[in-house]
């Protein structure tokens, strides 16, 4: 198997302590030093007893330690019950690390409306703890998984000054990927030394050009979490709010969440085929968002593409729909590079050039509405038979 | 083949006039006197050369005598050639039927994108007009379809003062329907004599609950119209905008298009199972509509349908993502009649029971938010294998 070297300072370990039948599905970060946290939670009014509980704890802008994470169950609307299980868990990291309770993070997926058996947590926390080592992140981004077909990491190795800093990702999340927020559970661990505000800024930017640039099927989860953790051991000088230490930063966090956005999207349940849609010269950057989303979201798009259907009406149809502002006679639409309606126009084509189109595992929708500078690339993929399968028969 | 006769003074009829390889592709609405005319048309902002053309025509509050509509090309896109094809399909009709061009309606449902061919349409309309029938309801249903898997037709007859009042609507729309005006096409005609602002009024009102309470897909076509003619052949006392006579109408034409709505759903493309949901105990109505289309147009809800799988729990995260006010500790979810989630508790269900939800043709979800008096119901239907099968390997 191969294995990735986590940041310094930093170990984790995933182990089977028994919410599922036999994979992996309790995961551990830890850091020994106190690292600084920005985190980003579901913005769905159902919130998950952790999510819950991580918003108040990161209101107080602790010092963060480590972070728990189970799959198999999302310890969602399971009432007061569900807040203490999460606390439980909490407790008992905090008490096998040796740590404040306070500076623990706990994150659940999976089922919704089941209690947590905190039981088998509870067994297993000395074998999770004991299993800790800075080799530790593969193992710890499969116990993340659900339906995920493969396990999500994203390396970068960058330099600030004269120090070597380093930086991983590691995500799950294949259904209920949305517009806001589309991985379920995304983690970001890095050794720089790098200001709480200056952290806060890198994490939002890039958010909104990653995870809130990608979806599967319009769904959104009730356990979403994005937490990035800088404990500060690289020894590089601070990196504050802004200026080229600052763009290096966010740069290299940009690739890392990309890739980990994109793979959530490939492996999107039951995917076969891969999509980006861009929309350009719309009136505003919301505007060309609205209609990039509205493209991707569409089933009837989403079939075009598995189909291999160069359907350009849906695209403007789509487009239509989304309520922003738009003159059909201005529009250009490419499909895989092809321009098919130029300025309001159909393009008389070659049919050997309209069959070419959709036809690999990329696909590429464009769009100039041709009003204003507005632009915005959102990814996403194809509906498949398999994933009516899946989500049909899948049973809580 | 059942005959259903249409109300006093109409006749119509459907061909085949070679749009389409051999279905019948062209039908005809025709009142022997002046209609009274209420019609509500797509929000799309892309919108068919039709849509166009009669928006502008009925602005002028024409006394219109017919309805010819074309299905296999929706003439959509088609610039201002397009316009110049509907506008010589109007003149065509009149010029045949020996009335004004100006109470000529025209309508188009099939492809976008492809320029009109008006060839078989001119030539087929000496047939077309010549087959007209008090009995030919059902042939005009069968000319509209496109990939609806059978006509859709429903009747009423009423009693106004002590005259015996007939409507009858028809109406087509499988995939591509979506929350605002579902159907593609539907046309209503009936024989009282009623004035043009309670016309306006009634259908507005029955379209909210009907064509505007189902959804198939999210999609919203280009070509949505809805027509409701009225020929004053009845004799009866002419229906105002309120009182004991507008109910009476007004109850019948929910009775035809909620008739109407709900069989486009049936016919949804693929669908297995029909589905309402009803969401009760909102702070308004308009977050009762919201939260309602939010679980109908949810594909993993869909699929859980399909799949009898009583997740109650989607239904929890649709309205969470919806974007309304609601509490989920006061909240209470039915699938089936089934109490799942009660007052923020999950109910503890015999094995035997929840196996049962979900397991028939119709199913049922009603959600009570406890938050105040709104309320909406929605009727959708699940998504199949077949869905994408139909929508993916569709060439344009």
Same mark, same amino acid.
């Given at each position: 198997?191969?294995?990735?070297?986590?940041?310094?300072?930093?170990?984790?370990?995933?182990?089977?302590?028994?919410?599922?039948?036999?994979?992996?599905?309790?995961?551990?970060?830890?850091?020994?030093?106190?690292?600084?946290?920005?985190?980003?939670?579901?913005?769905?009014?159902?919130?998950?007893?952790?999510?819950?509980?991580?918003?108040?704890?990161?209101?107080?802008?602790?010092?963060?330690?480590?972070?728990?994470? #189970?799959?198999?169950?999302?310890?969602?609307?399971?009432?007061?019950?569900?807040?203490?299980?999460?606390?439980?868990?909490?407790?008992?990291?905090?008490?096998?690390?040796?740590?404040?309770?306070?500076?623990?993070?706990?994150?659940?997926?999976?089922?919704?409306?089941?209690?947590?058996?905190?039981?088998?947590?509870?067994?297993?926390?000395?074998?999770?703890?004991?299993?800790?080592?800075?080799?530790?992140?593969?193992?710890?981004?499969?116990?993340?998984?659900?339906?995920?077909?493969?396990?999500?990491?994203?390396?970068?190795?960058?330099?600030?000054?004269?120090?070597?800093?380093?930086?991983?990702?590691?995500?799950?999340?294949?259904?209920?990927?949305?517009?806001?927020?589309?991985?379920?559970?995304?983690?970001?661990?890095?050794?720089?030394?790098?200001?709480?505000?200056?952290?806060?800024?890198?994490?939002?930017?890039?958010?909104?050009?990653?995870?809130?640039?990608?979806?599967?099927?319009?769904?959104?989860?009730?356990?979403?979490?994005?937490?990035?953790?800088?404990?500060?051991?690289?020894?590089?000088?601070?990196?504050?709010?802004?200026?080229?230490?600052?763009?290096?930063?966010?740069?290299?966090?940009?690739?890392?969440?990309?890739?980990?956005?994109?793979?959530?999207?490939?492996?999107?349940?039951?995917?076969?085929?891969?999509?980006?849609?861009?929309?350009?010269?719309?009136?505003?950057?919301?505007?060309?968002?609205?209609?990039?989303?509205?493209?991707?979201?569409?089933?009837?798009?989403?079939?075009?593409?598995?189909?291999?259907?160069?359907?350009?009406?849906?695209?403007?149809?789509?487009?239509?729909?989304?309520?922003?502002?738009?003159?059909?006679?201005?529009?250009?639409?490419?499909?895989?590079?092809?321009?098919?309606?130029?300025?309001?126009?159909?393009?008389?084509?070659?049919?050997?050039?309209?069959?070419?189109?959709?036809?690999?595992?990329?696909?590429?929708?464009?769009?100039?509405?041709?009003?204003?500078?507005?632009?915005?690339?959102?990814?996403?993929?194809?509906?498949?038979?398999?994933?009516?399968?899946? #989500?049909?028969?899948?049973?809580?």
């Amino acid at each position: 198997m191969v294995s990735i070297r986590l940041p310094k300072g930093f170990l984790a370990n995933g182990i089977h302590c028994g919410l599922k039948k036999k994979r992996k599905d309790l995961s551990l970060f830890y850091s020994e030093k106190a690292c600084r946290c920005a985190a980003l939670f579901t913005t769905n009014a159902v919130k998950a007893a952790p999510v819950i509980l991580g918003q108040k704890l990161l209101k107080k802008n602790p010092a963060i330690r480590a972070i728990l994470v #189970n799959s198999g169950n999302a310890n969602c609307m399971t009432g007061k019950r569900g807040l203490d299980d999460a606390k439980k868990m909490a407790r008992k990291t905090a008490a096998a690390l040796n740590i404040p309770e306070s500076t623990v993070l706990v994150s659940s997926t999976g089922i919704i409306g089941k209690p947590m058996q905190t039981g088998p947590i509870m067994s297993g926390m000395s074998k999770l703890v004991r299993g800790l080592s800075p080799d530790g992140l593969i193992h710890a981004a499969e116990g993340i998984m659900t339906t995920d077909r493969f396990y999500k990491v994203s390396t970068r190795r960058f330099v600030i000054g004269d120090k070597k800093v380093a930086m991983v990702g590691v995500a799950k999340g294949a259904g209920m990927v949305n517009p806001n927020m589309a991985t379920l559970l995304g983690y970001i661990l890095t050794d720089a030394d790098i200001s709480k505000k200056a952290l806060d800024k890198a994490l939002s930017m890039s958010n909104e050009t990653s995870f809130n640039s990608i979806t599967v099927d319009g769904d959104m989860s009730t356990n979403d979490t994005v937490a990035l953790l800088a404990n500060g051991e690289a020894g590089n000088r601070s990196i504050k709010g802004k200026g080229r230490d600052f763009d290096i930063f966010l740069n290299n966090l940009n690739g890392v969440m990309l890739d980990l956005a994109k793979m959530i999207v490939r492996d999107g349940e039951g995917a076969t085929k891969f999509f980006e849609v861009k929309v350009r010269g719309a009136r505003t950057k919301a505007e060309a968002k609205k209609a990039a989303d509205a493209i991707a979201n569409s089933i009837l798009m989403k079939c075009a593409v598995l189909g291999g259907d160069p359907n350009w009406g849906r695209v403007a149809s789509s487009i239509g729909a989304s309520g922003i502002r738009f003159n059909p006679d201005l529009m250009d639409v490419k499909l895989d590079g092809v321009m098919f309606f130029k300025k309001g126009k159909v393009v008389s084509l070659k049919k050997g050039k309209v069959r070419s189109v959709f036809k690999k595992k990329n696909a590429d929708i464009e769009v100039n509405l041709h009003l204003g500078t507005g632009e915005a690339v959102v990814y996403t993929c194809d509906i498949s038979k398999k994933y009516i399968t899946l #989500n049909s028969f899948y049973t809580t």
